[in-house]
């Protein structure tokens, strides 16, 4: 969920770490951007409102996509559909409005968890 170019984020926004539902959320120090990908898009979000019903949706997107991931992935990690030759690499579609967002994530036989590797608007043609 990366801006154009003339977007940039100007804050970074709690994110929870959900390892303990069997889902991860690497952070920047971690093996993949997730985080910042989800504080990116509250930032985004935030900064196009201009009533408080967007700034209500804007949670509403970050907390539905969170929320998903936690419920989804930590009991039906294998349900959704593979992306790229790796059968553990996955894609888990969120609906939300009239479009949604997609999360990438990667299963890790070892701990039992889905690490989340990115996410995007289902708008955007490619993580970035």
Request: net charge negative.
């Amino acid at each position: 969920m990366k801006s154009p170019p003339d977007c940039k984020p100007n804050s970074i926004a709690s994110a929870s770490n959900c390892a303990s539902e069997g889902v991860g959320f690497p952070s920047k120090s971690g093996s993949a951007p997730a985080l910042d990908d989800l504080n990116w898009l509250l930032d985004f979000l935030l900064e196009r409102a201009k009533t408080v019903e967007d700034l209500d949706i804007a949670q509403r997107a970050v907390d539905e996509i969170k929320a998903t991931c936690e419920a989804g992935l930590s009991k039906t990690p294998f349900s959704y559909r593979k992306t790229g030759e790796s059968l553990l690499r996955r894609e888990l579609i969120i609906p939300f409005g009239s479009t949604g967002y997609v999360v990438q994530y990667e299963i890790e036989l070892a701990s039992s968890r889905a690490i989340v590797l990115a996410g995007r608007h289902q708008r955007e043609d490619d993580y970035h």
